[in-house]
């Protein structure tokens, strides 16, 4: 029987000792809620983009691609309202100096209160906990807590000269969204490109929130990216499309390997200001003891565009031939966080199996589409030409696949480093090469070997590892 029970310790151990995730900075202590991505986080990081992307664009005719800037004008946050509203209930502890946000430090009491709720409404419920004198700081247990006040999450920088990045005038927002850019460049793409509606723009890219607490390993994070769809329609057209997306989103997961029993919808019974409907799709980590946010899906609307014509001016009105009428798109969005997709990807594969004698093994199960390494070339000795001729193998198959030559160590310690990493295919030239012109082929699931021809195994691993 095989396990995937992991605790968030032992992901962040894992993936810190197998080259996927690195606290940043580490040597200067770190620095909380960033991290740098290895070797392999790297990898597996752009094939979940690639396969994000892919689904959005490649395979449609009605989504179109952009990236946008980080920076845009200071303007554009007044409008989203960010700038007012766009922040969480913070307190702190005088003696540790540690800070929570009010909401996670009251539903520690068993206390639920969401964490757009009034400041006042918060501070009744830690006033009524202090009374009891049950309100304690959950590092250092000092019953001296401030009250909650608002923390914005937006993180400023500023541009212009030495002389004047100081002034107010000059402050700028890193983005803590990037559906933002895509309102900005609406009219544009709209002016450039002509779509019909509905039609949809894409992008993946990175985004910045002040979190007061960030925790949960790299699930939430300072700086991340976001996978970020928005579609634009007709007003009568958003329930047929926004059933329509759900359906394709909810099949995304199915399609690259995540048990339909491990993912469920959560719909919304607050909506934002802006929405008409949210729904988001949770999967059940292992990791972090239950279902949480992997991607959101929700109808906003003409909110967003309408906002942005009022504050700058511009027409955003989109002009339909077909009605021969003037009017603005409502919007459905798809949003998901390539941190948080990867996480949900290693958690799912994440498993401990025991192998003949006794031992066991760490493999990462993974849709061998997002794989990192999609074939380990491995001689079995590095005598007698092996090597050499394993190296021969290794350049005529990495011009169309991401292969790995390894030759340090047994060749079962070989294989286990590969099954940790989550490579599909390990290649192995021995002595029989030499005389049948073949290789065994290892598959990292069911540990089954295989003879397949030199000359046959571009066409092999293709086929195996794409249809």
Request: glycine fraction near 8%; charge should be negative.
């Given at each position: 029987?095989?396990?995937?029970?992991?605790?968030?310790e032992k992901l962040a151990a894992f993936c810190k000792t197998r080259g996927f995730i690195y606290p940043s900075s580490e040597i200067y202590g770190g620095l909380g809620g960033i991290y740098d991505y290895g070797h392999y986080g790297y990898l597996l990081k752009e094939n979940v983009k690639n396969a994000w992307m892919k689904s959005m664009i490649q395979m449609r005719d009605d989504v179109y691609a952009l990236d946008s800037a980080i920076f845009?004008?200071?303007?554009?946050?007044?409008?989203?309202?960010?700038?007012?509203s766009f922040d969480d209930p913070q307190v702190d502890c005088r003696s540790c100096k540690n800070r929570f946000r009010a909401d996670h430090l009251l539903e520690e009491f068993g206390v639920e209160i969401d964490d757009k709720a009034p400041l006042v409404q918060l501070n009744e419920a830690l006033d009524a906990l202090r009374n009891e004198k049950k309100l304690l700081c959950p590092i250092c247990k000092s019953s001296d807590l401030t009250e909650a006040r608002k923390f914005s999450l937006m993180v400023k920088s500023n541009m212009g000269s030495p002389v004047d990045t100081l002034s107010e005038?000059?402050?700028?927002?890193?983005?803590?969204?990037?559906?933002?850019?895509?309102y900005l460049e609406y009219k544009n793409i709209v002016d450039s490109l002509h779509p019909k509606l509905p039609f949809g723009v894409a992008q993946i890219g990175k985004a910045f929130r002040n979190e007061i607490v960030a925790r949960q390993f790299a699930f939430r994070t300072r700086e991340f990216e976001q996978m970020e769809m928005e579609y634009f329609v007709r007003p009568e057209?958003?329930?047929?499309s926004y059933?329509?997306?759900?359906?394709?989103?909810?099949?995304?997961?199915?399609?690259?390997?995540i048990p339909e029993e491990a993912i469920r919808w959560h719909k919304h019974e607050k909506l934002a200001h802006y929405a008409t409907e949210a729904y988001d799709i949770e999967y059940n980590f292992s990791s972090l003891n239950g279902f949480k946010e992997v991607e959101g899906i929700h109808a906003r609307g003409n909110w967003?565009?309408?906002?942005?014509?009022?504050?700058?001016?511009?027409?955003?009105?989109?002009?339909?031939q077909q009605t021969n009428t003037k009017f603005l798109p409502h919007i459905m969005e798809c949003?998901?966080?390539?941190?948080?997709?990867?996480?949900?990807?290693i958690d799912n594969a994440y498993t401990e199996e025991p192998v003949e004698g006794g031992e066991s093994r760490i493999v990462l199960k993974i849709d061998k589409r997002l794989a990192p390494?999609?074939?380990a070339i491995l001689p079995l000795m590095k005598k007698d030409g092996m090597s050499e001729k394993a190296k021969e193998i290794h350049n005529m198959l990495r011009k169309d696949l991401f292969t790995e030559y390894d030759e340090a160590g047994s060749l079962g310690k070989r294989y286990r480093r590969q099954d940790e990493i989550g490579t599909p295919y390990c290649v192995t030239i021995d002595y029989e090469t030499f005389d049948d012109n073949a290789v065994t082929v290892r598959d990292r699931d069911t540990m089954l070997q295989e003879r397949i021809k030199i000359d046959e195994l571009k066409n092999y691993l293709s086929q195996k590892l794409y249809v």
């Open positions: 029987m095989s396990e995937r029970k992991l605790t968030i845009m004008h200071p303007q554009t946050w007044v409008a989203s309202g960010h700038v007012d005038e000059n402050v700028v927002y890193l983005r803590a969204e990037t559906c933002q850019g895509i057209e958003m329930d047929v059933k329509s997306w759900q359906d394709l989103r909810w099949q995304y997961y199915l399609d690259y390997g967003d565009l309408t906002q942005h014509s009022k504050f700058s001016g511009a027409k955003m009105e989109f002009f339909d949003c998901s966080g390539v941190g948080r997709a990867m996480l949900m990807f390494v999609k074939a």
